[in-house]
C-alpha cells in the first residue's frame, strides 16, 4: 500500500494570507488527523476527522480548521497566518488505534 | 488530562551501545494506549510499537524492546546494539480509547545520536 501523501512538502507565505495543505491517508483508513509540530509547543493534535465528520479537536484558534472528502482525503486551512503559524504540519491516518504519518508539510510564514 | 513526559532531551552513543529511552505518562483513564514513534530528519513520524492498557507483557522486537509498567506509569524503549541509522528523535505518545477519536498526546521527545 501506498503511504500518506502529503502536498505540498514546502511553503512560504505571508502574513496575512491564507494557506490549504492537502492529505491523501493509505487506501482503507477513513480516519485522518493533523498536527502541528513547533520547537517550543512539541507536536500538538489539531484535529481528527472521519468519515467527513470532525471527531475531535485540538486546542487550536478557529483560523485552523479542516474538512474531509468521501474518498477520504483530508485538506486543513490556515487563515489569516501569523508567523507562529510556521510549523511542520503533519498527518496521520488511521485504520486502528495505530496512527501512520506522511512526512509532512513545512510552513513557513514570513 | 494527560501528559506525557520524556525527561531525557538529547542522548549521545557510541554504535554498538545499548541505549533505553525513558517515558512517564499520567492519565486518568483505565484504557489507553501507549506508542512510539521515530522522527529521522526526513521529518516523517515512523511508528515503532503499541502497548495496551491492560497488556503489560513485555517483548522485544528485533534489537526493540519495551518495558511497560503501570505501577510507576512508564513506558521505556530499548534499542539493542545500536546503529548509526537509528540517529532520530524518538516520541513517546499516549492515547485514551474515546468514542472521539484517538488523539495522540505527544512528549518533547529525545533526540538520539549514535555515532560510529
Known amino acids: 500500500k501506498a503511504g500518506v501523501t502529503q502536498t505540498p512538502r514546502y511553503l512560504i507565505k505571508t502574513r496575512g494570507q491564507q494557506v490549504t495543505l492537502s492529505c491523501s491517508p493509505i487506501?482503507?483508513?477513513?480516519?485522518v488527523s493533523w498536527y502541528q509540530q513547533t520547537p517550543g509547543q512539541g507536536l500538538q493534535f489539531l484535529f481528527e476527522y472521519f468519515s467527513e465528520t470532525q471527531r475531535n479537536k485540538g486546542n487550536f484558534p478557529g483560523r485552523f480548521s479542516g474538512r474531509q472528502f468521501s474518498n477520504s482525503r483530508s485538506e486543513m486551512n490556515v487563515s489569516t497566518l501569523e508567523l507562529g503559524d510556521s510549523a511542520l504540519y503533519l498527518c496521520?491516518?488511521?485504520?486502528?488505534?495505530?496512527?501512520?504519518f506522511g512526512q509532512g508539510t513545512r510552513l513557513t510564514v514570513v | 488530562a494527560q501528559k506525557v513526559t520524556q525527561a531525557q532531551t538529547e542522548i549521545s552513543v557510541v554504535e554498538k551501545e545499548d541505549v533505553t529511552l525513558d517515558c512517564v505518562y499520567e492519565t486518568r483513564d483505565t484504557t489507553y494506549y501507549l506508542f512510539w514513534y521515530k522522527q529521522p530528519p526526513s521529518g516523517e513520524l515512523v511508528f515503532l510499537i503499541r502497548r495496551n492498557s491492560f497488556d503489560e507483557q513485555n517483548e522485544i522486537s528485533g534489537r526493540y524492546s519495551w518495558n511497560f509498567q503501570k505501577s510507576t506509569s512508564s513506558f521505556n524503549f530499548t534499542i539493542t546494539a545500536s546503529q548509526v541509522v537509528d540517529s532520530a528523535v524518538y516520541f513517546c505518545?499516549?492515547?485514551?480509547?474515546?468514542?472521539?477519536?484517538?488523539?495522540?498526546?505527544f512528549g518533547k521527545g529525545t533526540s538520539l545520536l549514535v555515532t560510529p
Open positions: 505518545a499516549l492515547s485514551e480509547n474515546s468514542n472521539s477519536g484517538y488523539a495522540l498526546n
Open positions: 496521520a491516518s488511521r485504520e486502528s488505534t495505530e496512527a501512520f
Open positions: 487506501s482503507g483508513h477513513r480516519s
